[in-house]
């Protein structure tokens, strides 16, 4: 079973539209992200969130809107996609444990988002 | 920004140990050293992580000098499914914290 999955792997879409990639975890893990990787192969962090609580954004457009319905699934909404959006979207899972440690990260295969 | 400093690029001989290095000289105390790689158009992976202790596991050793200011990654008998971009990351361990990621070192494993 694939640990953290997303959907679309794929997505090829024009200016302007509006597009969500969804994200889903079976780790039991509190703890999801987005990281955004671009062309120059720079993998940055977009969001983070804990038990369905957002705790990182890290300087994203608001056109960028995660969206985490329970602890096992964090979506990306992008509004009035553009050019620049054209990147590769990772999900990952982590888990906040006891004494307040991280455990290691859990990455999806990502999604290839291209904005013609 | 990221707060450790990789050579953009290795080779390795198939079979042989390949060895990356990472420095880290601004590292606090709380801070962990993990390492990530990514292979080709697929999600980075954990490979290891420690405090200032050597560490193993079945997939590599992690060797933190005394002063924790370096680190070594040591891939023991390397693959060519071991081409890919390795990521050293300086984290803290306590507390909510994300993975900040460099430019990696680009490890290119040859026959």
């Known amino acids: 079973d694939t640990a953290v999955s997303q959907t679309p792997k794929y997505l090829v879409t024009q200016m302007g539209n509006d597009k969500s990639i969804k994200c889903e975890q079976n780790?039991?893990?509190?703890?999801m992200y987005w990281y955004k990787q671009d062309s120059k192969k720079f993998l940055k962090i977009m969001f983070s969130?804990?038990?369905?609580?957002?705790?990182i954004n890290e300087t994203v457009p608001n056109r960028f809107s995660p969206k985490s319905p329970d602890k096992a699934h964090l979506n990306l909404h992008i509004n009035s996609l553009e050019l620049g959006d054209s990147a590769v979207y990772f999900c990952?899972?982590?888990?906040?444990?006891?004494?307040?440690?991280?455990?290691?990260?859990?990455f999806g295969q990502g999604t290839r988002l291209t904005v013609v | 920004d990221a707060k450790t400093t990789q050579p953009p690029s290795m080779d390795c001989a198939e079979g042989r140990a390949a060895n990356l290095p990472c420095n880290h000289s601004t590292i606090s105390g709380n801070e962990y050293v993990y390492w990530y790689r990514q292979i080709h158009s697929q999600g980075p992976q954990y490979i290891i992580h420690g405090l200032k202790n050597n560490e193993t596991n079945e997939m590599a050793s992690l060797i933190i000098t005394e002063d924790r200011k370096s680190s070594t990654l040591i891939l023991p008998h390397a693959t060519l499914r071991d081409t890919a971009v390795y990521y050293c990351i300086v984290r803290t361990y306590t507390g909510y914290s994300t993975l900040t990621f460099g430019k990696g070192t680009m490890l290119l494993v040859s026959p």
């Open positions: 969130y804990n038990n369905k609580e957002l705790i």
């Open positions: 780790l039991g893990h509190d703890t």
């Open positions: 990952a899972s982590s888990s906040y444990i006891d004494q307040g440690k991280n455990t290691e990260a859990f």
